[in-house]
């Protein structure tokens, strides 16, 4: 790693000039070494230079790696030029990033100034941005530009972007737009040049060519396994259902309770099997909404009843509650009907037994607003986000013992966003859920 540190002199001082810049990463170590070459410049050109590095241990590291890379660290130190600094977490909204980002560079400048620096340069990581990605960029833009506009020192300030987290379109979006550096055969490159550019899309719409290729051969397997599996299962749950009504005598004790267990673990095969056909569907971009009048209170009135067996079995109470005033809503009846369950189902199962769900639907703003309401667990406020995310419930310890794969929330909120509609959650570890979704009336 050292080796190609020493290869890569003046690799930010000899590219364009530009206050803000970008770079992406592969992994941590690559990450440092990127760091280890921008801060390096920075101390060699006289700049204060303020490192923001995510914990405790990445700190002592970038020490170590400065001192490896021929950095007099203790010197730098002791002279207020180096500060190395742990972030704090990333904000969740915009305006606290530009926050965020304006005071960094206010403060950056004030102490390059009181200190007879020749400028300043720090770094800021966009990890976990997600969606905000592009608006962040623009956001921290916007702020360097007003403090650079404000101010007669060099500013250099690098967002630093992990790979794992971008498609290829996004990445060759941002080269258009910023200063991009990323490592190519064995060096960091300035990809701006139109070189870098043609390399990085070849090789980026060959991945995404191999990507939709693999895809569409997962997603026709699972269709054409899940068809095969439901004719089976189908049976499983309509003779299970003969037996425990009586159909071929009665049943003792112990035998209904068995066959029970058959036709509940039947039953939550099958939903399993469905979900994975509808993310099937969805990723093979059956997006096709067939639109109607929607009578909310008559559907939530049938889901509730397809649920009822499973609230009884826990002796949960589960309450509809449809302002008089709500009209028809114009949606797809199947997808919403999906939505309902799902949610419902959710809430059932994990609320704990003799609890309540509730459900309330009425016109808020011109949108249908539907919130499904639990006692049960409820989610730390890390999860609100991941819950959405597909078989993040299978990685959960905690949720494991409550039974599923996890799909449900995720097709939700693909059935919600094809409505253009929105989906959140609001909870507390064991204070119970709220799921809060809105859809266009018209």
């Known amino acids: 790693m050292r080796k190609n540190i020493v290869k890569d002199p003046g690799l930010f001082s000899n ?49 170590s790696e400065l001192k490896k890379a021929g950095v007099d660290v203790e010197r730098s130190l002791a002279s207020s030029q180096l500060e190395i600094l742990q972030a704090d977490p990333f904000p969740e909204n915009l305006t606290f990033v530009a926050l965020a980002v304006k005071e960094l560079a206010e403060n950056g400048y004030k102490k390059a100034l009181s200190g007879g620096f020749s400028g300043f340069r720090t770094n800021f990581d966009l990890k976990n941005a997600g969606d905000s990605l592009k608006p962040c960029l623009e956001t921290c833009g916007k702020a360097v530009e007003t403090v650079v506009f404000e101010n ?59 990507i939709e290729a693999a895809n569409s051969t997962k997603n026709g397997l699972i269709m054409n396994m899940s068809h095969e599996l439901r004719t089976p299962l189908n049976s499983v749950i309509g003779f299970s259902d003969l037996l425990l009504e009586g159909a071929f005598g009665s049943l003792n004790t112990r035998q209904s309770k068995y066959v029970s267990n058959i036709l509940i673990s039947g039953k939550n ?74 949610l419902m189902n959710n809430a059932i199962k994990f609320t704990p037994e003799k609890g309540r ?72 570890v064991e204070k119970g859920s709220t799921f809060i979704f809105t859809l266009p009336m018209d």
């Open 15 to 63: 590219a364009p000039q530009s206050p803000q810049i970008s770079a992406v990463y592969e992994d941590a170590e690559e990450l440092t070494e990127l760091l280890v070459t921008y801060f390096k410049e920075g101390i060699e050109g006289g700049e204060y230079c303020l490192w923001i590095s995510p914990d405790k241990l990445a700190v002592d590291g970038a020490k």
């Open 152 to 210: 007669n020192k060099s500013l250099t300030f690098l967002c630093t972007l992990p790979l794992e987290e971008l498609s290829g379109r996004v990445l060759l979006e941002l080269m258009e737009e910023n200063d991009v550096f990323a490592k190519r055969k064995g060096k960091w490159k300035h990809l701006r040049n139109l070189e870098g550019k043609i390399e990085l899309e070849n090789i980026f719409l060959k991945a995404e060519k191999d």
């Open 269 to 342: 095969l099958l939903e399993i099997i469905n979900n994975l056909l509808d993310i099937s569907r969805l990723e093979a971009g059956e997006r096709r909404l067939n639109y109607e009048d929607v009578d909310i209170a008559s559907l939530l009135g049938e889901v509730r009843m397809s649920l009822l067996s499973l609230a009884s079995n826990k002796k949960i109470s589960v309450e509809v509650k449809v302002d008089a005033s709500l009209e028809n809503v114009r949606a797809d009846r199947t997808k919403l009907r999906q939505i309902l369950y799902n």
């Open 357 to 428: 769900v509730t459900v309330s639907a009425r016109k808020k703003e011109g949108m249908l607003e539907v919130k499904v309401s639990d006692s049960g667990i409820g989610l730390s406020k890390e999860d609100h986000e991941r819950i959405f995310m597909p078989f993040i419930q299978a990685d959960s310890s905690t949720a494991r013992g409550y039974g599923g794969a996890g799909l449900g929330l995720y097709i939700a909120k693909n059935f919600i966003d094809l409505h253009a509609g929105r989906i959140w959650v609001e909870s507390e």
